[in-house]
């Protein structure tokens, strides 16, 4: 049982660059999130999804774009990264619409040159 | 919307010692709490959980916390640390109604030596 992955773990990007991080899971579960993870400031929530088909925004919406095809999948996309954007991602996933027991992926390292 | 907040950002316990990190949430409803533990290098686990009932819950590796309603707090506790219990700490906080995505507080790093 993989639980949540992520790739890539390590990824860096010069200033204006898109990318896609992805997210998959095979727990069947329909709530799935992204956090980024800053030093002193915990886990930010950036955006949220209650199941396929289904988003929204979370604290720190501003700059990354997520979609939801299918309930294992939910990529994030940075369209045109910016230095603030440097930090590490969580995915994670829960059963129905986040109960908060959430299942985390290893992170995503990204930085923005 | 809900917030939460860690007071103790970095605590150092030699092994044996007792250890209580804080916890308190701010929010008009009724919550569900939790914390979360990052071991160095790892991905967050959940460590324990709170929904309802008895307000003194018992999670993994020794671990309590207790949920004091009137105090909007719910801190962790353990008896006698190990070495390896150094890891970041989160607590972290739902709404039981209508948008229930998961806050957390800003962490709390615990150094046990040995």
């Known amino acids: 049982n993989a639980g949540v992955t992520q790739t890539p773990k390590f990824q860096v990007l010069k200033t204006g660059q898109s990318m896609t991080l992805q997210c998959a899971q095979d727990m069947n579960h329909e709530y799935m999130s992204w956090y980024r993870q800053d030093p002193g400031m915990g886990l930010r929530l950036i955006h949220y999804?209650?199941?396929?088909?289904?988003?929204d925004q979370g604290e720190v919406p501003n700059g990354y774009n997520v979609s939801r095809s299918t309930t294992e999948d939910f990529p994030l996309r940075l369209l045109s990264a910016a230095p603030s954007q440097t930090s590490v991602y969580f995915c994670?996933?829960?059963?129905?619409?986040?109960?908060?027991?959430?299942?985390f992926g290893e992170g995503s390292r990204l930085t923005v040159l | 919307a809900q917030s939460v907040s860690q007071h103790n950002h970095h605590v150092i316990l030699s092994e044996a010692a007792s250890l209580e990190l804080g916890c308190n949430y701010s929010y008009g409803g009724t919550v569900n709490l939790f914390w979360y533990v990052q071991y160095p290098g790892q991905h967050l686990q959940l460590l324990l959980k709170y929904f309802s009932g008895d307000p003194l819950v018992k999670g993994i590796k020794g671990f309590e916390a207790e949920f004091i309603k009137s105090k909007f707090s719910f801190n962790l506790r353990k008896p006698s640390v190990q070495w390896s219990d150094t890891a970041e700490y989160f607590c972290a906080v739902n709404a039981q109604t209508g948008r229930r995505a998961l806050t957390f507080g800003s962490g709390t790093r615990l150094q046990v030596q040995p």
């Open positions: 994670a996933s829960g059963q129905g619409e986040g109960t908060g027991e959430l299942f």
């Open positions: 999804s209650v199941g396929a088909g289904i988003t």
